[in-house]
C-alpha cells in the first residue's frame, strides 16, 4: 500500500495548525482510510454511466433583490448577551 500522507506531515499540520495531538498514529491510520476511499472512487469504471444535467438558462432564475433587515439581528438570537453571542462548547 502506498502511504500518500506520513506520520510526519500530520504533525507538521498539526503544528501549523497550533493542535495538540497525542497519538498520530490513531490520525495517520483514519487519513490512509480516507485517501484509500478516494482512490477506489478514482478507480470506479463510470465512462459507461450517462449523466443527466437540467440546464437552465440565466433568464429563467429569479432576479436577486436586496431585502433589509429592520430589526437588530442580534436581539432575536436565543443565547446572546449584550453584543455577544453564546457558542457552544467545542470538545
Do not use: G
Not at 497550533?18 to 485517501?35: N, T, W
Not at 438558462?57 to 437588530?72: A, G, T
Amino acid at each position: 500500500m502506498i502511504h500518500l500522507v506520513t506520520k510526519e506531515d500530520i504533525e507538521h499540520i498539526a503544528k501549523l495548525m497550533r493542535i495538540e495531538i497525542d497519538d498520530v498514529s490513531e490520525y495517520f491510520e483514519k487519513i490512509q482510510k480516507v485517501l484509500n476511499y478516494f482512490d477506489s472512487l478514482d478507480k470506479a469504471d463510470i465512462e459507461s454511466e450517462e449523466i443527466h444535467v437540467q440546464e437552465v438558462s440565466v433568464n429563467e432564475l429569479r432576479d436577486d433583490k436586496y431585502i433589509p433587515f429592520e430589526s437588530k439581528l442580534i436581539s432575536n438570537l436565543k443565547s446572546n448577551k449584550e453584543s455577544f453571542v453564546r457558542a457552544p462548547k467545542m470538545n
